[in-house]
Every structure is written in C-alpha cells, then in structure tokens.
C-alpha cells in the first residue's frame, strides 16, 4: 500500500481551502439546478393538466350535443351504436361513454364493454400527478337533460397515457442535463481551485518549516497573482528572521559567556545575589543564595517580607532600621552581619550587602546586593573570644571571666536584689604528687574530670572557673544563707574516683573549699576572692575542716545547722521525737476542755530543742510531713491508753497541727483518716489546727484536704488568726470550727487600745460566724480578765500551764477525773 503524497493529503483535507470550494460550487450548482428542474416540471403539470382540461370540456360538449340530439328523438340505441362503433379499439383520447338516467338505469353503454362497474369522477385538476401516476384513464362525470326533462348522468373516460409518458420521458432528460451540469461545473472548479491554491500551498509549506527551525527554506513562486506576491514577500520575511535570529544567537553566545565569567566571580566569592524591584515589591534570589540558607533553589517567596521569616528575631530590628536608613539615602550601602534560620532550626552567620538604585527624584526603586556566608569567620571570632575568657584545659571560665561575673552580680545586689552571692575558693589536695607519679597528661586528666563534677553540680546562674594550676573558683548566685552553701560545698568535695593507669588502682582526690559570703563592707569581686582563698589557707591547715567560712560564726551556725538535720533524719528513724500536751481551758472556769499536741526533740547533747530550731528545717528538707504522721501516731495512741485507764467524762481531746506542706498533698486526708482509724481513736477526739497561710490558696488541694476531713467529723481550727493573709475573706467559706487568736495580739492587749478593739471585733465576727474563739499566750491575769470581758471563749498559756509530757499530761487528766465540776 502506496502513501499518499503532501499534496494530496493537503487536497483531501476537509479544512483545505479546495475542497470547501468545490463543496460550496456543488452545493449552490445542486440547489440552483434543483429550484430550475422543479419549476420546469411545475410548468409541464400545468401545460399538461390545461391541454387536458381543453380536450375534457370540449369530448363532454360534443358528448352532450349528441345525447341530446338523439335523445330528442328518442333514438339513444343509434347514438351508442355510433359512439360504439368509434370506441371499440380506441387507445387514446375518448375510450368510453355512459350515459344513465336518474334511476341508474344505463341508457348509453359504448367503449370498454369489459367494464361493468362504473369508476369515481377523477378531479383532474387537484390529483393530477396522482392520476398520472396511478391510472393512464381519467373518468368524468357530468349531469346531462334527457327527455321530458328528466337529468341523467354522462361519464365518459379519457386516455392520458401519451401525457404521462411524454411527461416522464421530459424529466429524464432534465435530470441528464442537471447531472452533466454539475460534472462540468465541479471539473471546472477543481481546475480552477487548483491553480488558485497550488502557491496557497507552498506558503503553508513554508510556514510549517519556518516554524520548524528551517530558516533557510524559501517558497517557489509560479505566476504574477496575488498569491504569488505574498510568496514573494514571505521569503523576503524569512530571510530577515533568519539573519535576525542569527544576531540573536551570537547575541546569547556573548551573554553566556559572560554569564559564565559573572558565575565564575560568584563562585570564587562563594556569595548569593538578590534582587529588589522595590516597586513591584518582588524579589529574586540566586541559586547560591538558597544554598546559604539551606533551602532548595528558586524555593524561596518572591516577597520580600517573607524573607524576615529566616532571620534571627533578635536581629530583625537591625536589619529593618538599616535598610530603611539604606532607602532613606542616610547610609551609601547596605551591609549588615545577622544569623539565618536553617532547616534544621540552626542559626548561620551571614554577611547581606546592597545598593540601592534611584531615580531622578532620588526615589529607590531597585536594590541589589549580596549574601556571603561568614559563619567560619564568626566561629572563628567566637573561638578567639572563648579561649580569652576560658581555661584552655577545661573549658571552664578563666580568673579574668570569673571576676566580670562576679562583679555583675555584685552589681544586681547594690540595685535591689537583696539575695546574697558566695564564692568558693577550691583547691585540689596533693595535685603536684599525681603530677610527679603519673606524669603532666594524667594530671591533665584529673583536672578535666574535676571541673565537670563541679560544672555538673552548678545551679542556674551559678559560675565555676579555674584559676590557677589547681584551685577553682564557684559563684553561688542567690543564696539564701549560710546552710544553702554549706550544702552545695559538701556535694563539691565529694569528688569521683579517678583511675589513672589500667593496672586497677584508683586514687580518691580531696579539695579543701573556702568561702566568702557578700555583705555590704565587701562590693567588689576581688575582694570576696580573697576572703575566699584566706578561708581556704585555713582550711588547708586544718585537719578535720575541709570547709572554712571566712565570717566563724555564720560557718558555726552552718555546722549546727547541718548536724541538726543529719541527726533529726536519725531521730525520725529511730523515734527521737515526743509529743508534749498543752491544756486548752475554758476562761470561764480555767478547766481543761482540751489539749493542743506538740512535737518536742530531746536531743542527746543539745538537751531540748525548741520547735523554732528544727521545723522550719523539716520544713526546708520536706520532712515535715513525716513528723506530723510521728505526732498524729503517738496521739493516737496515747488518747486510746488514757481512755482505757480514765473514767468517762475525761476532756480526751487533742488538737494537731498540719503545715501548708502538708495540705499541699493531694491525698492527705486520705491518709489521716487511714492512720486514726486504724488505731481505733474516736474522730471526735481529734481536731486539726492550719495556719492562716492556707487561705492564700483558697482553690488549691488544701482547701479540698479541709472540706474531705470536715465531712468526716473532724473540727478544724484556724490557728495564728489575723496574722499573715486577709483572713477576713476567706473565713465564711472555710470549713472551720474554731479560730485561735495569734499570741501577738494577746501580748499587747492590755496597753493597746486600738488593739483591743480589733480583738473584740474579731470575737464578735467569728461568734456571729458560729464558731467559737481561742486565746494564745495568755501570761497573766490582766490578759485573762480582758479576754473574758471580750466573750473570748477558751484560753492557751504560760498562765493556765506549760507543754506537759505524757506522763505530767495523764496526771492532769486523772485529778481533772477525780474533781467534781464546777
């Protein structure tokens, strides 16, 4: 199978000017010749229909003479025989005559004996094509006069098969003539479409190759037409394009290269560019310069602002403030140092640079510039700075950056902040020895793990440095006193292990620690350094003290400090600890009602310490919970003994204090139900005691503590009342039974008027609260008898009884027993 060529597949293609006009020259040939043919066979109808119309009218006037002729003379018989005679082989024309009067009886009966049954009237003139078509006889009925007046009826039939197939025979060759009309005509057209079109066609071909890339192809011309011009004219078109483009291409290759040479600078100084159409507000970044930041090319948002979403926020004012100085005209360029946000939520140090392009009225209306990547020049710098400020050895801060840490803080502490700073003077103990046996990179070594146990051990804000060979020196920032340092040098020198060789042998190194402590006679970090390192001399030459504070007595108080709390763990253990019952009486009659429970340690050298020495301390170490849960236990159990051994009636009822430690648990109640249930103790014969400082949190878990044991049947007492909070705002939401007032107000009740009216009124509230009223620190009778004109209910003191033992406390209670009441 043969392809076909270019031409033909153009001059076949439906979209081909050719073929349209050939389609369009038929179409119109079709319809003209069709309207012409149709109207030629309306003109034909018509002649033939009048032709028969004359040959019907004048056979049915001759037909009617005749019938009336010879029906006036009564001779039909005569006139069928005559009219038999001249239709008995008739073929055309007049084929058959009947003639019947008005009773259908036939009087006439000539031509076509054969038919019997006499055919409708045809209407000629509406139904002629049918008639034609359908039958070659057309019938025709008229009424006729026959004699004495009667009217019959003539019908006669006309043959019309010569019309019919002259009629037939007529639209044959109209239609041969319309058909070669049409060939002729489309020949002619093809002909004709051709030549119009064959330079159409080389201008498509040349298009179609221009567009191609063959810029050298040229149209071949044929004649002087119209197309042939346009011909002309396209290869005078394509040779230009073809020397423009030529330009063009050595135009690029010139660009390239010296794109290439632009690229090769860039390259070699490793820098982005950026460009600022300040007045489309867009922005294009290099390549390069989303390499810088980390980002894939052409990645980056064509708005400048986004670009504010890399930079480091501390630095974006900055660089606002210079490119705004920059556009401004106040700088010559734009150059600022800033750090950009890497994928990885890094920073990277660059350096942006730009100049800013004006026009004639100084407007800025472009900017470009430059990104260079300094960041190895930054860490450099930042190395610089590190190792002057630094131990090399260690890492740690040198003497230089110590002493500007330590005056800063100093510094903060002149401007208010009152919290004091320590600083720790340490030195490691027979250093030089290791040095000697072990060699210079042993004792390196040493060193390196030294500073990070001390490192490890720093606070927020605290400061560790080596300044010396093998001396530390430690900031303590924000002490509250003398035990927090105390503590923090303790951890200090207990110093790891240290195994110097792999023969298995470990040293165990030793520091001594001095410390300075700020005051106001000393404000500059010098000097506290030195009291530092004169209370490490002492301690040096000390034999048991590995820790010496420059101020004696604060390293004294330290000392005791920190042998109360190791030896009150001990007696919580052990159960060291005693409960102690002072009696609560009613002022009235100065009868016990009740008794408030108070711890007590009789230490074994100390002799009996106060509460004031060591519960703020196990409150300080967490472990006054403990000691509550000790009280509340031995409560317990005394009330179950003495409840055993007293007749009824004994005011066995014991108050116990809770701290706001204690209440801050969640569960506490939990387990102070727990406790007194298991040890079989009426929960009447227990009341709890809370500071005021409770209220400060009224929506916390000490105030759900309180409503838990409330709801169990417990009576709650705010202790230390009018003291510390606004108690007097919380007190109608408190689920408390009883207030105390504090011993401050009893103290000063009886020479401070305005104090006794706050007294009164403090009766008449919880009274009118429903709560009775408790009065601490009662000492003599002046208090007594003011406190009772007051309606004060019950009283607490040195007047009615000091803090009994169990033993003291059980006696009471049986001569309590044994007294009728008054």
């Given at each position: 199978m043969t392809k076909s060529s270019p031409d033909a597949a153009l001059a076949l293609r439906p979209s081909s000017i050719r073929i349209r006009l050939l389609l369009a020259s038929t179409v119109v040939q079709v319809v003209l010749l069709s309207l012409l043919l149709a109207n030629s066979v309306r003109l034909m109808n018509n002649a033939v229909s009048?032709?028969?119309?004359?040959?019907?009218?004048?056979?049915?006037?001759?037909?009617?003479?005749?019938?009336?002729?010879?029906?006036?003379q009564g001779r039909l018989g005569a006139l069928q025989d005559v009219l038999g005679e001249l239709l008995a082989d008739a073929d055309e024309g007049l084929i058959y005559v009947r003639i019947h009067d008005t009773g259908e009886r036939l009087l006439v009966s000539a031509g076509r004996p054969m038919l019997t049954h006499i055919p409708e009237p045809s209407e000629h003139r509406r139904r002629f094509l049918e008639s034609l078509l359908a039958s070659d006889v057309v019938h025709v009925r008229r009424p006729l006069l026959l004699p004495r007046n009667e009217v019959g009826v003539l019908q006669f039939g006309v043959s019309v098969s010569v019309l019919a197939a002259a009629r037939e025979a007529i639209m044959q060759q109209g239609l041969a003539i319309a058909l070669a009309e049409i060939l002729l005509t489309f020949i002619l057209l093809s002909t004709l479409g051709y030549l119009l079109t064959r330079n159409l066609h080389h201008l498509l071909e040349g298009s179609r190759a221009i567009a191609n890339g063959y810029l050298e192809h040229r149209v071949k011309t044929r004649g002087n037409d119209e197309l042939a011009v346009i011909a002309a004219h396209f290869n005078v078109m394509a040779a230009n394009l073809q020397a423009r483009i030529a330009e063009l291409q050595r135009t690029a290759e010139r660009l390239q290269a010296s794109e290439e040479r632009h690229a090769l600078a860039l390259r070699g100084a490793n820098d982005g560019l950026w460009d600022w159409d300040i007045d489309a507000d867009t922005i294009y970044y290099s390549a390069r310069f989303c390499e810088i930041l980390g980002v894939e090319p052409h990645s980056l948002s064509t708005v400048p602002e986004d670009f504010l979403d890399y930079v480091h926020p501390h630095e974006i004012d900055a660089y606002r403030q210079r490119l705004i100085d920059h556009l401004k005209g106040d700088s010559n360029q734009f150059m600022v140092e800033l750090r950009v946000r890497q994928p990885d939520d890094n920073y990277r140090w660059v350096l942006m640079r730009g100049v800013a392009s004006r026009s004639s009225d100084t407007h800025a209306c472009r900017m470009a510039g430059s990104l260079g990547d300094i960041d190895l020049r930054k860490r450099a710098e930042r190395q610089l700075v590190h190792d002057a400020l630094?131990?090399?050895?260690?890492?740690?801060?040198?003497?230089?950056?110590?002493?500007?840490?330590?005056?800063?803080?100093?510094?903060?502490?002149?401007?208010?902040?009152?919290?004091?700073?320590?600083?720790?003077?340490?030195?490691?103990?027979?250093f030089s020895l290791v040095n000697d046996s072990y060699g210079h990179a042993v004792g390196d070594e040493l060193l390196r793990r030294i500073a990070a146990h001390i490192a490890a051990l720093m606070r927020n804000g605290d400061i560790c440095a080596r300044v010396?060979?093998?001396?530390?020196?430690?900031?303590?920032?924000?002490?509250?006193?003398?035990?927090?340092?105390?503590?923090?040098?303790?951890?200090?020198?207990?110093?790891?292990?240290?195994?110097?060789?792999?023969?298995?042998?470990?040293?165990?190194?030793?520091?001594?620690?001095?410390?300075?402590?700020?005051?106001?006679?000393?404000?500059?970090?010098?000097?506290?350094?030195?009291?530092?390192?004169?209370?490490?001399?002492?301690?040096?030459?000390?034999?048991t003290a590995a820790i010496e504070f420059f101020q004696t007595e604060m390293h004294a108080a330290a000392l005791r400090a920190l042998r109360i709390e190791a030896e009150l763990r001990k007696a919580l253990t052990e159960g060291g600890l005693q409960v102690y019952y002072q009696p609560i009486v009613g002022l009235d009659d100065r009868r016990p009602v009740g008794f408030e429970a108070l711890a007590r340690w009789p230490h074994p050298t100390l002799g009996l310490l106060s509460p004031a020495e060591f519960i703020p301390l196990a409150e300080t170490l967490d472990l006054i919970h403990d000691i509550g849960m000790v009280v509340l236990a031995a409560t317990c159990a005394e009330l179950?003994?003495?409840?055993?051994?007293?007749?009824?009636?004994?005011?066995?009822?014991?108050?116990?204090?809770?701290?706001?430690?204690?209440?801050?648990?969640?569960?506490?109640?939990?387990?102070?139900?727990?406790a007194i249930d298991r040890s079989g103790v009426a929960r009447n014969a227990i009341r709890f005691e809370v500071t005021e400082s409770v209220l400060a949190r009224p929506d916390g878990p000490a105030?759900?503590?309180?409503?838990?044991?409330?709801?169990?049947?417990?009576?709650?007492?705010?202790?230390?009342?009018?003291?510390?909070?606004?108690?007097?705002?919380?007190?109608?939401t408190m689920p408390c039974n009883q207030v105390k007032l504090d011993?401050?107000?009893?103290?000063?009740?009886?020479?401070?008027?305005?104090?006794?009216?706050?007294?009164?009124?403090?009766?008449?509230?919880?009274?009118?609260?429903?709560?009775?009223?408790?009065?601490?620190?009662?000492?003599?009778?002046?208090?007594?008898?003011?406190?009772?004109?007051?309606?004060?209910d019950f009283g607490q003191g040195y007047l009615f009884a000091r803090p009994l033992d169990r033993e003291a406390t059980f006696t009471l209670l049986e001569c309590l027993a044994g007294e009728p009441p008054r």
């Open positions: 009048a032709s028969l119309d004359t040959t019907i009218t004048q056979t049915a006037s001759m037909l009617h003479a005749m019938a009336t002729a010879y029906g006036e630094h131990d090399g050895l260690t890492g740690l801060p040198n003497r230089a950056m110590f002493i500007e840490h330590a005056n800063s803080a100093l510094a903060q502490r002149r401007r208010g902040n009152l919290s004091q700073i320590a600083i720790l003077a340490i030195n490691l103990e027979r010396g060979g093998d001396q530390f020196a430690v900031l303590l920032n924000g002490v509250e006193n003398s035990i927090d340092t105390l503590r923090m040098c303790e951890q200090l020198i207990a110093l790891p292990e240290f195994a110097p060789a792999d023969d298995g042998q470990r040293l165990h190194p030793r520091c001594r620690v001095g410390v300075a402590i700020s005051d106001n006679e000393r404000e500059d970090a010098e000097s506290l350094l030195r009291d530092a390192d004169n209370a490490l001399h002492k301690a040096r030459r000390s034999e179950r003994e003495w409840a055993q051994r007293l007749p009824a009636g004994a005011p066995l009822r014991v108050s116990v204090n809770l701290s706001v430690r204690q209440l801050a648990r969640p569960h506490l109640a939990d387990e102070l139900l727990a105030i759900d503590n309180l409503h838990a044991l409330r709801a169990a049947g417990f009576d709650i007492l705010i202790d230390d009342f009018g003291t510390g909070y606004s108690t007097l705002s919380y007190l109608h011993g401050s107000f009893v103290r000063s009740i009886t020479h401070d008027e305005r104090l006794r009216a706050i007294v009164r009124h403090s009766i008449e509230l919880a009274h009118d609260l429903g709560m009775t009223v408790v009065a601490e620190c009662i000492e003599d009778e002046a208090q007594l008898e003011i406190l009772r004109t007051m309606g004060c």
